[in-house]
């Protein structure tokens, strides 16, 4: 059974994985790949490395960036089952909790993106995984009749797997800290406080620490960018500010409305059965996390990663109120539960058109309108006719072959000089990666991890710059001569169809202040 569900959904993902196009954050991690160190201004190292493992074991097409994250959106839905048995529910608790994740409206769009937040949920969900085995015990199963007593912390070396998770999680996303205050809460408030007193859960924060010490190190040695990125966002008004029922309410929308009753059930079952009880921990690392990113205004889709093991605390909840786990199961339970099953799926189909590339562009709008659900925007900036997790799949092809004409036009001794400078990451690493096709010189840019990367030995005489007029950065060169507003796909993102390709020449002031002025950390 758990081979049919992980297969369902990656056949989902590689049937719609290569309509649209690359998103933009996914030619900046193709970029960073290309970067490799220990850490950049906004993310820790494994992305970069996954990237650069993905274009040399697959290539850098379309579906071969996506491959890996489609394994993690696979592994998710198998990670759901295996926690349900492990919280004591059998096979329809299983099915219930692998159905929910592979019908999370958040799970289908970020499992068809090669980004972090593919394989975040993996590290939350391996430590609650790996901690419900310690609560276990040495068995790896609940108690039941007859089997040796409850002996939390037996399995005191599955700790030390805890670390590896916790450890890569921290170096997937910083994000992983949130939820580890959450679970550090839950061991604090529950009577699994005594594991502080052996010396394994200390061991396994050792090699989580481990694991986490070379990006510690880089920031450091980079006076703590993300922390700078990340105050600098805050006092932006950047991102869209909710209010905790507006953010609780995302949460049901961004994890599909049909899956509501079962991990609102699973967080229940934690908190107050009987049987639950044992796994309180998991329900306070969850209202724990729920609290710091709604104090933080964290986005909404942060908290998507908790949800697995909800998941499949709600099957195992079901499962027991059907009795489903006897041979004598209530009457009509098992139609009750596969038509809950079948609606959660059916549900996922109908919204997935929001969060995939299923229809044609010009039809979204419209099948938003006709189901009644638009995907909550998270950035103030936002305009654009389609969710920003579509929209930003447009325009990149044509933006740098509309640069290459420009920069074709060039006199043969300014080509030889130029440079190609976007105003944010997504243009650069457009640049970057279609460019080579058309021979254009790496792309510059002050914003993010490109600021960190130099001027790439550009002397000032020449540089093409991607900008909209009222930001534009050509004050500082004696001539610009404006190309024009580049003409993208109306589905593009509203910024990008208002950039222009402007011609900069002779630079008045040296490129070592001129860079320091170019910095974009936000």
Known sequence: MVCGFVAAKLLVHFIFNRGYGYFRDELYYLACGQHLAWGYVDQPPLIALAARFSRIAFGDS?????????LAGGLKVAIAGLLAR??????WAMAMAMAASLAALAYLGIDNLLSMNAFEPLFWMGCAYFLVRIINGTSGRPERPGRPPFR?????????????????????????AFFGLGLIAGLLLTPLRREFARKWIWLGALVALAIALPNLVWEARHHWATYELLSNIAHSGKNVVNSPAEFLRQQVL???????????????????????????????????????????????????????????????????????????????????VGSFVFVMLAAAALCAPTTMPILAPERVPAWMKAIHLTPPPTETAHTAALPQVLADQFGWPEMVAQVARV??????????????????YGE?????????????????????????????????????????????????????????????????????????????????????ELWPRVKMWI
């Open 62 to 70: 379309l579906p071969s960036i996506r491959v890996l994250p489609a």
């Open 407 to 424: 920069y074709q036009s060039l006199p043969a001794g300014d080509r030889e000089r130029a440079a190609i400078f976007g105003s944010n």
């Open 152 to 176: 939390p912390g037996a399995a005191g070396t599955t700790w030390l797997w805890f670390g590896v998770m916790a450890g890569l999680g921290l170096e997937n996303k910083h994000s992983m």
């Open 254 to 336: 961004i994890m599909n409305p049909a899956t509501f009753p079962l991990w609102l059930g699973g967080l229940g079952w934690l908190l107050l059965a009987r049987e639950g009880k044992r796994y309180r921990v998991l329900a306070v690392a969850y209202l724990v996390t729920l609290l710091e990113l709604i104090v933080l205004h964290g986005k909404h889709y942060y908290l998507a990663p908790a949800y697995g093991m909800l998941f499949a605390a709600g099957g195992v909840a079901v499962e027991h109120w059907a009795g489903l786990q006897s041979i004598t199961p209530r009457r009509f339970a098992v139609p009750a």
């Open 86 to 91: 492990q919280l004591g529910g059998r096979l």
């Open 428 to 512: 650069a690493a457009a640049v970057d990666f279609f460019g080579p096709r058309y021979r254009l010189p790496p792309a510059i840019s002050g914003h993010q991890s490109y600021f960190l990367w130099g001027p790439r030995g550009f002397n000032g005489d020449v540089v093409i710059v991607l900008d909209t007029p009222s930001d534009s950065n050509c004050h500082e060169f004696a001539s610009v001569q404006d190309f024009g507003r580049l003409q993208l796909s109306p589905w593009a993102m509203p910024w990008e169809r208002q950039t222009h390709i402007y011609v900069c020449r002779g630079l008045k002031i040296p490129v070592s």
